[in-house]
C-alpha cells in the first residue's frame, strides 16, 4: 500500500478553503475511487487526469486508486484540482519523493497534452494558502501574475505537467515568479464629458466626496447612466486591501483584465433591467454576481422595462457591497 498528501485550495462563496488531496494506491481491479463531494468537472479530472500522466511519459497505475478531498463534507468545484491529483498520484507511485509534495499548495486545469491552463479564483486560493501557513504555490503560468499579489509566498508558474515533475524530482528547478510591474491603466469616463446637468454633476460629486449613497431618477435618456459611470473616476483609487478583495471577487467571476491583475480602480456595473435578483446577488456554482462585483464602487441600473416609467440609478461610492433596486 502506498499513500500521498499534497493540498490545493477550493472556493466557498468568494473566500479560499484548503483541501487535502490524499492518494491512497491498494491491490485490487485497477479503478479509480474520487471522494469528497466532487462535481462532475472534479470527477471528470480522473480521465484528464491520466491522459496528462501518460503522455507525460509516465504510467498510470493499475492498481485500485482512492483519490479523497478533505474536508469531506465541503463541496468541490472546477478545475483547479487537477494538478493537485495528478501530482499526488504521481507521488504514490514513488515517481515523485512524498515529503516534497507534503506541504505544496497546487492549482491548475490539465489538458490532456499534460498542459497547464489557467484557472479562475487563483489569487483567494493564495490568499488562503498563505493564511494557513503554507509558503509555495505552484500554478499555471497564466496565472503566475495574480498569485504573485500575495506576499510572503513563493510563487512557481509552471506551463506544463512536465515542468512540475521536473521541478519536485529535482531535475530542472522552475524559478520563483517574480511579478512583472502593472500596465499603466487606460483613461476612464471623464466627468468632463458631461454638458450641462449642473445639478446631477454637483450631486455625484458630492457623494463622491462624502461617501454618500446616490439615488438618480429620470426618465429614458436623460443622462442618469452617463452621470453614475464617471463616479468611480472621482473617487481615490483603492487601498492595497480594497484592492485585493476586489480583485479576488473579479478572479472567481472570470472577469479580471488581461496584464494588469491587481484592480485599483474603482469598478462600475451596469446590470440589465431584467436582471433576476440571482443574477445581481450570485447564484450557482462558482459564480458570483454584478453586485458583489462592484465592491466598494458604484452599481448603475438605468434601463426601465417601459418607456413610460422613470429610469432609477442607484450608486453607492463607498460602502462595502453594492445593491441595486
Do not use: Y
Amino acid at each position: 500500500m502506498a499513500l500521498a498528501r499534497t493540498w490545493s485550495v477550493g472556493l466557498a462563496g468568494v473566500q479560499g478553503a484548503m483541501v487535502e488531496v490524499e492518494v491512497d494506491l491498494a491491490a485490487g481491479l485497477p479503478t479509480v475511487v474520487l471522494v469528497g463531494l466532487p462535481d462532475a468537472v472534479v470527477r471528470q479530472s480522473v480521465d484528464r487526469v491520466r491522459a496528462a500522466v501518460v503522455n507525460t511519459g509516465h504510467d498510470f497505475p493499475l492498481r485500485r486508486v482512492t483519490i479523497g478531498l478533505s474536508p469531506a463534507a465541503m463541496p468541490k468545484q472546477g478545475s483547479g484540482f487537477d494538478l493537485a491529483l495528478a501530482v499526488a498520484v504521481l507521488a504514490g507511485v514513488e515517481v515523485l519523493p512524498a515529503a516534497a509534495v507534503r506541504d505544496l499548495v497546487l492549482l491548475g486545469e490539465l489538458g490532456l497534452d499534460g498542459s497547464l491552463r489557467a484557472v479562475r479564483g487563483v489569487l483567494p486560493a493564495v490568499l488562503a494558502a498563505a493564511r494557513a501557513g503554507h509558503r509555495c504555490v505552484v500554478v499555471p503560468q497564466d496565472n503566475a501574475d495574480e498569485a504573485g499579489l500575495v506576499e510572503g509566498i513563493e510563487v512557481l508558474g509552471a506551463a506544463t505537467l512536465g515542468q512540475v515533475v521536473g521541478h519536485l524530482a529535482g531535475r530542472a528547478r522552475i524559478p520563483a515568479h517574480v511579478r512583472a510591474a502593472p500596465a499603466p491603466l487606460p483613461p476612464g469616463p471623464d466627468l468632463a464629458d458631461v454638458v450641462g446637468q449642473a445639478a446631477g454633476r454637483r450631486a455625484v460629486e458630492v457623494a463622491a466626496a462624502g461617501g454618500h449613497h446616490l439615488f438618480l431618477s429620470g426618465p429614458p435618456g436623460a443622462g442618469k447612466t452617463m452621470l453614475a459611470e464617471r463616479l468611480p473616476g472621482l473617487l481615490p483609487p483603492l487601498d492595497e486591501q480594497a484592492a485585493l478583495e476586489v480583485t479576488a471577487i473579479a478572479s472567481i467571476a472570470g472577469t479580471l483584465p488581461p496584464g494588469a491583475p491587481l484592480v485599483t480602480r474603482p469598478t462600475f456595473e451596469s446590470p440589465h433591467h431584467s436582471a433576476t435578483m440571482a443574477a445581481l446577488v450570485g447564484a450557482g456554482r462558482g459564480r458570483s454576481g454584478r453586485a458583489p462585483c462592484a465592491a466598494r464602487t458604484a452599481v448603475c441600473c438605468s434601463s426601465t422595462r417601459r418607456r413610460s416609467s422613470p429610469g432609477r440609478c442607484w450608486t453607492r461610492s463607498a460602502s462595502r457591497w453594492s445593491a441595486v433596486r
